[in-house]
Structures are given as C-alpha cells and as structure tokens.
C-alpha cells in the first residue's frame, strides 16, 4: 500500500493550490485521510482530516482558507487551499489509516510535497 501525493508548488500570497493524494495496493477499507505539514525547524502539524462518511475537522489556522475532499470510489484525497499566507510555506505529507485485504491496520504516508507561499 502506498500513497502518491501530487500538486504542490510556488505560489504567491494570496494564491491558491490544490493538493491530491493517491492511495494504492491491496486496500480493504480507509478510515480516515489526512493532510499534515511541516515547516522548517517546526513540528509536524495536522492540517485537516476527512473521516470515511465525510466528517472533517481543520486546524484553527487554516479555517476558513482551506477544504479536503475525498473520493471513496477512487481512495483518494485532495486539499484546496486558498488565500495562501506565507506561513503556509512547508512541506505537506498525507497520510490515511488504513486496512488492508489481510485485516492488518496501519498509517500509511505520503512521501511529502513542497508548498512554497512567497512574492
């Protein structure tokens, strides 16, 4: 199982992006997927979350600005992202938890894209 995540960029304030993610191989069932960020010299932070019947929740910083999406057909997830700031700059993983056809459960992640906000 793997993930394939597409769409990041250079983009200047105020701008927008959309990111999308893939998610592939022997899956039985994904719970939730997400979208996390990473800022240089920063923690890893959870930016919004998309369950399987589509409850979502966001960090308080991206309220507003920002809305995931899923498509459960197609086991995948995308991120809108709008009035982009330059504290919006890093690197954006996402991650889904998921089941395989095997039973197992686990977190898989996405091996990451840039998002630079920047005039």
């Known amino acids: 199982v793997q993930l394939q995540a597409s769409g990041g960029g250079l983009v200047q304030p105020g701008g927008s992006l959309r990111l999308s993610c893939a998610a592939s191989?022997?899956?039985?069932?994904?719970?939730?997927m997400g979208w996390y960020r990473q800022a240089p010299g920063k923690e890893r932070e959870l930016v919004a979350r998309?369950?399987?019947?589509?409850?979502?929740n966001y960090a308080d910083s991206v309220k507003g600005r920002f809305t995931i999406s899923r498509d459960n057909a197609k086991d995948t997830v995308s991120l809108q992202m709008n009035s982009l700031k330059s504290d919006d700059t890093a690197v954006y993983y996402c991650?889904?938890?998921?089941?395989?056809?095997?039973?197992?459960?686990?977190?898989?992640w996405g091996q990451g894209t840039q998002v630079t906000v920047s005039s």
């Open positions: 191989g022997s899956i039985f069932s994904i719970n939730y």
């Open positions: 998309i369950t399987s019947s589509s409850s979502t």
């Open positions: 991650n889904a938890d998921i089941t395989a056809t095997g039973r197992a459960r686990f977190t898989a």
